[in-house]
């Protein structure tokens, strides 16, 4: 079987996007394992904290909200939509892993992107962590393997954005666009001439 990418494979690929590509597939396994820590959670610590911050509330009352009733309801939710923002971002990961290793360009773009905001959001969580740990506040309880994917993620991210634009990434992006241009020339080129002739 011919190989549908053949000016990607003639390329050597730079080893700084063959490591951001790797982190790309580890980023893939930690959301796996960040998937298995959810069913690992203490629900009746999260329930009890839970209760605790909406009872505390100054405009909580009890006559017309059950802290209890709300709370059966919401830890489902909270697991249920971990799993599933889980899942989708392992497909993200290995999605951008396998077209950022073609030295696709807009991957790379795309990747820049996601990986900013999930930078961002991943120091917003540390940051409301730090806070609450600091105002001597509970806070929402979390498995210990969540507290490491809490510091790995932020890392690993940057890592990977640094390793994708530099200089030996760029010029590989480039080498395989400007082959990519030049294929689809190439066969523009030689429809046009079958066209011609056939005609």
Do not use: C, K
Request: cysteine-free.
């Amino acid at each position: 079987m011919s190989d549908p990418h053949p000016h990607s494979q003639a390329l050597e690929r730079p080893r700084t996007l063959t490591y951001a590509v790797y982190g790309m597939w580890l980023g893939g396994v930690l959301e796996i394992a960040s998937l298995l820590s959810l069913f690992t959670l203490d629900t009746a610590e999260l329930e009890s904290t839970m209760i605790s911050e909406i009872e505390g509330q100054p405009t909580y009352d009890s006559s017309t909200l059950d802290a209890q009733q709300l709370v059966d309801v919401l830890i489902p939710i909270i697991v249920v939509g971990g799993a599933v923002l889980a899942l989708l971002s392992m497909g993200l990961w290995i999605w951008m892993a396998v077209m950022n290793g073609r030295g696709r360009n807009w991957a790379r773009v795309t990747a820049t992107v996601f990986g900013a905001l999930a930078l961002a959001g991943s120091l917003s969580s540390l940051g409301s962590a730090a806070g609450s740990a600091a105002l001597g506040s509970p806070g929402v309880p979390g498995s210990p393997l969540s507290m490491v994917f809490a510091v790995v993620d932020p890392l690993l991210a940057i890592t990977i954005l640094v390793l994708l634009w530099l200089r030996p990434s760029s010029a590989y992006f480039a080498a395989v666009s400007a082959a990519r241009q030049q294929q689809r020339h190439q066969q523009q080129g030689h429809q046009q001439q079958t066209g011609y002739y056939a005609g």
